[in-house]
C-alpha cells in the first residue's frame, strides 16, 4: 500500500529535527489568527479566551516532549 523504506535512512536527529520545526512554523501560524475570530460570539472577553495563549502553551509542550524523547 504505502512503501516508506526510503525513511529507514533518515537519522532519527533529523526527523527530530524536522518536527520541531513544523511544530515552530504552526506557532507562527497560531500568532496570524485575527482577534475577531478568536473571540466571536463571546459577550465578555478574558484572557483565557485567547486561543493563542494555549495553542502556544500546547506546542511547547508538545515541542519539548518531542525534544526530550
Known amino acids: 500500500m504505502l512503501n516508506f523504506?526510503?525513511?529507514?535512512?533518515?537519522?532519527?536527529?533529523?526527523?527530530n529535527g524536522?518536527?520541531?520545526v513544523l511544530f515552530a512554523l504552526i506557532g507562527v501560524a497560531v500568532l496570524f489568527?485575527?482577534?475577531?475570530?478568536m473571540y466571536?460570539?463571546?459577550k465578555e472577553i478574558?484572557?483565557?479566551h485567547?486561543?493563542?495563549i494555549w495553542a502556544i502553551g500546547d506546542l511547547i509542550?508538545?515541542?519539548w516532549v518531542y525534544y526530550i524523547f
Open 61 to 63: 509542550f508538545i515541542s
Open 50 to 52: 485567547n486561543l493563542k
Open 40 to 42: 466571536e460570539g463571546l
Open 5 to 15: 523504506d526510503w525513511l529507514a535512512g533518515v537519522p532519527m536527529d533529523v526527523a
Open 18 to 20: 524536522i518536527f520541531l
Open 46 to 48: 478574558k484572557w483565557y
Open 33 to 37: 489568527v485575527p482577534k475577531d475570530y
